[in-house]
């Protein structure tokens, strides 16, 4: 693999896990913002905020807010893996990248990218996320649009794993509303920095 190859694999692999590190703590802060200052804090910043920098975990603290919130669930070995969930959920779109048309989106640097991510800890535990790399790169090559990128598999992990998250009350609606919008909104923003990395001149 030449050095600029083996940059982009490296490059694209490590920029996806900052998003999934950054979408999970995001879920941490949009709970403490329903937890402590539901009221005072404008949904609209959260979103300006977070977005801002998709490679920035801690980025929301500069709401003010500290992201140490009382669940247990945020402290269980199910969170955890959900970091992983969602570094899978966006590790097998990479295939889409194909579509840039660029040197760098080979399908054999493709599948570097994807195994690197593995290797960093993507993984989809019960199956809980949509699709697979084989299946994503199929379609990549096919005529088929993108499946959308959506939180469903989120909502469905929250009330089977999510513990005090799959209760009805308005801090939990307020998170999962939240996170219909986040997710797919980190995933556009992902999509477009690494359709920009392998295209121009960011490796």
């Not at 797919?184 to 392998?198: D, K, N, V």
Request: net charge neutral.
């Amino acid at each position: 693999m030449k050095e600029k190859e083996q940059n982009a694999v490296l490059a694209v692999a490590g920029v996806t896990e900052s998003a999934s590190r950054s979408l999970h703590n995001t879920i941490r802060y949009v709970y403490a913002v329903a937890e402590r200052d539901f009221y005072n804090i404008n949904v609209k910043d959260l979103f300006k905020i977070a977005l801002s920098d998709i490679t920035a975990p801690d980025i929301l603290s500069n709401l003010g807010v500290s992201a140490d919130v009382k669940p247990e669930t945020f402290y269980s070995a199910g969170f955890k893996r959900l970091a992983n969930m969602i570094f899978y959920a966006f590790a097998v779109r990479i295939p889409f990248l194909r579509r840039t048309k660029s040197p760098l989106a080979k399908d054999t640097l493709l599948r570097g990218m994807f195994d690197a991510c593995a290797g960093k800890g993507a993984e989809n535990f019960d199956d809980t996320v949509y699709g697979d790399f084989k299946s994503m790169m199929r379609r990549a090559k096919s005529r088929e649009p993108e499946p959308p990128f959506t939180a469903e598999w989120f909502r469905r992990w929250a009330y089977s794993d999510g513990g005090e998250l799959a209760s009805i009350n308005n801090k939990n609606m307020f998170l999962l509303g939240c996170m219909d919008a986040m997710f797919p909104l980190f995933y556009a923003a992902l999509s477009e920095r690494l359709t920009e990395m392998i295209t121009g001149d960011l490796l």
